[in-house]
């Protein structure tokens, strides 16, 4: 198993922790856009597009860690207790991961498989403020390292890229389908910058390195 290396210490180990396992390019069969130009891909349209969720099954080179999938390393991040990072990693399924990153102040229902819970511990205290600057990183790293995904996500064009998820106000579009879909947005980031070429991606890789060794995120 990989050294479990974080903040500066990983960031020393590892400095370019983006490695593109080659060349992005076209699909020679990607899946029509809807005719509404809009990519929901929590639920109308995940059978087409589900690569674009955080569970979907993309292992990833993370922090000189092995993650896998890009749910498991966002949730690993919540916490800098070596004990919570592994039990993470190890999680089976991207579900369970989350499940045990709860937060332990939430309802009993949602806390429950809460790994801080059962170690009377909490959250970092900084994450409502590092945790989309993570998913940039992780959602980065996921496109980089998986070429096919990368060209999949290209082939969607100007598509408004929509987690029309109804449970989160935040990454999703929330239950009365106003939320901020920072999901959503992240991707067309990347989008944007897979399109710009190969010298744009490099240099979005240092930005995304820099900006982790500030903020240890």
Request: hydrophobic fraction near 40%; glycine fraction near 6%.
């Amino acid at each position: 198993m990989s050294p479990m290396l974080y903040g500066r210490a990983a960031e020393q180990h590892h400095m370019t922790p983006f490695a593109i396992t080659g060349s992005i390019g076209e699909l020679d069969d990607p899946p029509p856009i809807p005719a509404d130009n809009c990519i929901l891909y929590f639920g109308r349209d995940r059978d087409a597009f589900g690569f674009m969720s955080h569970f979907h099954p993309a292992p990833i080179e993370l922090d000189a860690v092995n993650w896998a999938t890009a749910e498991h390393f966002y949730q690993a991040q919540k916490s800098f207790v070596e004990a919570y990072r592994l039990a993470i990693q190890q999680a089976p399924t991207p579900g369970k991961a989350k499940r045990l990153a709860a937060d332990p102040r939430l309802p009993r229902p949602k806390a429950k498989h809460s790994w801080f819970r059962v170690h009377h511990e909490l959250p970092r205290p900084d994450w409502v403020t590092v945790k989309l600057q993570i998913m940039r990183r992780v959602d980065f790293a996921k496109f980089t390292q998986h070429p096919v995904l990368a060209a999949k996500l290209q082939a969607t064009g100007n598509a408004r890229l929509i987690e029309d998820s109804p449970h989160d106000n935040y990454w999703g579009t929330g239950p009365d389908g106003m939320g901020e879909n920072w999901a959503g947005q992240v991707l067309t980031e990347i989008r944007d910058v897979l399109n710009a070429g190969p010298d744009a991606v490099a240099a979005h890789a240092q930005q995304l390195v820099r900006a982790a060794a500030i903020k240890d995120c």
